[in-house]
């Protein structure tokens, strides 16, 4: 099993959609995880952490289930904007800022 | 602030030559990293390093170099290039804080290459 594993997608969803993506990892014993954006031919940005509790920033939510061993990503009232792909990231070990990236879930918002 | 700046953006090299990626960030992190970007393949970690003078392995370093003189600048040098290292490199840095086990890696733009 990969430590890190998403959907490629793509999500093809139309404006004002709600979507939303899964990311499962497999080491339970892991301690952070992030959502990055990646726009085409560019590199990753940070998008937000994921917190425990869940958190929000504005239209978007992360969550994560530590019991599922998995993460989400929802995006509400999508924009063309939001056209991106959106990279799961782990870190597995703790400390030395070591982390496993997923292949990323490509997201096309539709007109 | 130009943050982490890549050169150069693309390259074209024959099999068996080498070459320096260079990356420089002007933010005054410890930490920088060099991973590689395949298609359908999450990136991974080539080699990090934690300080000017540290450096250490990551996830794929076979074929590939790398040095940390100073807080700025961690070169990336491939020797006797192959096809197989084809892909697109990015250069990433990040400043860690006490009872943190990860901050945000602010990535450059990358460096598209490809072996023939």
């Known amino acids: 099993r990969k430590e890190v594993e998403q959907d490629p997608g793509p999500f093809n969803v139309p404006e004002g959609a709600t979507v939303a993506f899964n990311c499962t990892y497999s080491?339970?014993?892991?301690?952070?995880f992030f959502w990055y954006r990646q726009d085409c031919r560019k590199e990753p940005k940070l998008l937000m952490s994921?917190?425990?509790s869940g958190n929000e920033d504005g239209r978007f939510t992360a969550q994560l289930n530590r019991a599922s061993q998995y993460i989400s990503l929802l995006i509400r009232d999508s924009k063309l904007s939001d056209s991106a792909t959106y990279l799961c990231v782990v870190n597995p070990r703790g400390g030395y800022q070591k982390v496993t990236f997923g292949i990323g879930t490509k997201l096309q918002v539709i007109p | 602030n130009a943050g982490v700046t890549q050169t150069p953006k693309f390259r074209i090299l024959k099999i068996g030559q080498s070459m320096t990626l260079q990356c420089t960030q002007d933010m005054n992190h410890n930490y920088m990293y060099w991973y590689r970007q395949d298609p359908g393949m999450g990136l991974k970690l080539i080699y990090y390093?934690?300080?000017?003078?540290?450096?250490d392995k990551g996830e794929v370093p076979n074929g590939y170099n790398v040095s940390r003189s100073t807080t700025e600048d961690f070169p990336l040098r491939l020797e006797l290039a192959a096809p197989s290292q084809t892909s697109v490199y990015f250069c990433?840095?990040?400043?860690?804080?006490?009872?943190?086990?990860?901050?945000?890696?602010?990535f450059g733009p990358g460096t598209r290459l490809t072996v023939l």
């Open positions: 080491n339970s014993a892991s301690q952070s």
């Open positions: 994921v917190y425990s």
């Open positions: 390093s934690v300080g000017a003078g540290i450096t």
């Open positions: 990433a840095s990040s400043f860690p804080t006490s009872g943190s086990s990860y901050n945000e890696q602010f």
